[in-house]
């Protein structure tokens, strides 16, 4: 989640309540044209990472590998179009989470050879979060990534919400990453607990 996420709401609210409810990663995602830049940025991530560290959830940023570094974020995530996996895992350090955004088994190839640890994956359904999203999926791409990588991590992406959770999971995601259906959601701590639920309800593989 960013700031434009918020929909006229305090973010660090929404984040707060998210940790309460239990999410298990938190990634900052500042993006459009609203977006904070600069100090504004660096001091909101800042709040973003004391209440992550608060409530012992890993704080990852989106992309921004500099304000990473600058704060000693837990970790980055990159797309296929921004900074190349290798040289963003030399720069933050082994230590740290590196996750990238795949739309195929041979990219999964890829980032699991420059030292991924989580590849996330989408988007799976319809999404409104990303103005240059590609079309929809499905959970045919996880299928095929899980059988060709049992071992990795797999995040869905993409226009997922309670409901259409569970197929995610079945299909070999081991979490999924979430923007409108908790920041848009009246109770956001009722709401982590519905993915909770369809974690428990699906069939583990």
């Known amino acids: 989640m960013g700031t434009t996420n918020a929909v006229g709401r305090d973010p660090l609210v929404i984040l707060e309540e998210a940790l309460i409810g239990g ?49 000693d974020a837990d970790g980055v995530h990159v797309g296929q179009e921004d900074l190349d996996c290798a040289s963003v895992q030399s720069r933050i350090g082994k230590d740290k989470i590196l996750g990238v955004s795949v739309h195929s088994v041979e990219e999964a190839k890829r980032a699991v050879a420059d030292g991924a640890d989580y590849v996330g994956m989408g988007p799976v359904y319809g999404t409104r979060s990303k103005d240059d999203a590609k079309p929809p999926a499905g959970i045919v791409g996880i299928v095929a990534v899980k059988k060709a990588f049992p071992a990795l991590s797999i995040v869905g992406i993409g226009g997922i919400k309670p409901e259409n959770a569970s197929a995610v999971y079945q299909a070999g995601a081991e979490s999924v990453a979430v923007i409108s259906s908790l920041a848009g959601a009246e109770d956001v701590r009722g709401q982590v607990n519905l993915f909770k639920e369809a974690y428990k309800g699906a069939p583990q593989l």
């Open 23 to 71: 999410i298990s990663h938190f990634q900052l995602r500042e993006k459009g044209t609203a977006a904070l830049t600069g100090k504004e940025l660096k001091t909101f991530a800042l709040a973003c990472q004391k209440l992550c560290r608060r409530h012992r959830v890993p704080f990852i940023i989106n992309d921004d590998v500099e304000l990473a570094c600058a704060i």
